[in-house]
């Protein structure tokens, strides 16, 4: 690629504890999984640099692992500078994706209108899914974001939901 646009955009990541944002981000950024849960406390804040060759751009992005519970002062203070973001909700749990609403309420009071993707993860969990894509897709379009089915275990979409999210944030 030659010398293009270089690009440094920060991601929030929020949903509720425990729907898979920490190895959302592991299998992004370090092709990585791990059963084992960790509960994120504040925030974690992890860094790739993705490549849009069609764009002649390199976008490093900042992903902030926001933890799962809400404290409303500690989070606001999270979503300042934020340029888009990925809400994560559990197949298995119903109510993950019945709380991104509240979620996506308080980060867009502080930053505005941003890009968004909407991920339900655990998709590898086929037996235990309480819901599919027409309702997530169904939240997606009502902030004017995209959607994903992903699978942080397997990788399926992850790579892909990162990548559009970035192209987003480009167009923005």
């Known amino acids: 690629m030659s010398e293009g646009r ?25 092709n990585m999984f791990d059963d084992v849960y960790l509960h994120t406390i504040g925030t974690k804040i992890t860094k790739k640099v993705v490549n849009y060759e069609e764009e002649n751009t390199k976008m490093t992005m900042v992903i902030w692992d926001i933890m799962g519970q809400r404290y409303q002062r500690v989070l606001d203070s999270y979503f300042v ?5 990925i809400a994560v909700c559990d197949v298995t749990r119903s109510e993950t994706l019945d709380h991104l ?13 941003i890009p968004i993707v909407v991920l339900a993860n655990k998709i590898d969990l086929e037996d235990k899914k309480l819901f599919g894509e027409n309702e ?3 939240l997606a379009n009502k ?18 939901a990162f990548y559009t999210l970035g192209k987003m944030m480009m167009q923005k």
Request: aromatic fraction near 10%; charged fraction near 25%; proline fraction near 3%.
């Open 101 to 113: 609403p509240d979620w996506l309420i308080s980060l867009t009071k502080i930053t505005g209108k």
């Open 6 to 30: 270089q690009l440094v955009k920060k991601i929030c990541m929020v949903g509720d504890p425990a729907v898979g944002k920490t190895s959302l981000i592991r299998k992004f950024v370090f």
């Open 81 to 85: 500078g934020a340029k888009g973001a």
């Open 143 to 160: 902030y004017s974001g995209k959607h994903f089915l992903t699978s942080a275990k397997t990788g399926v979409g992850v790579e892909e």
């Open 136 to 138: 997530v897709k169904f």
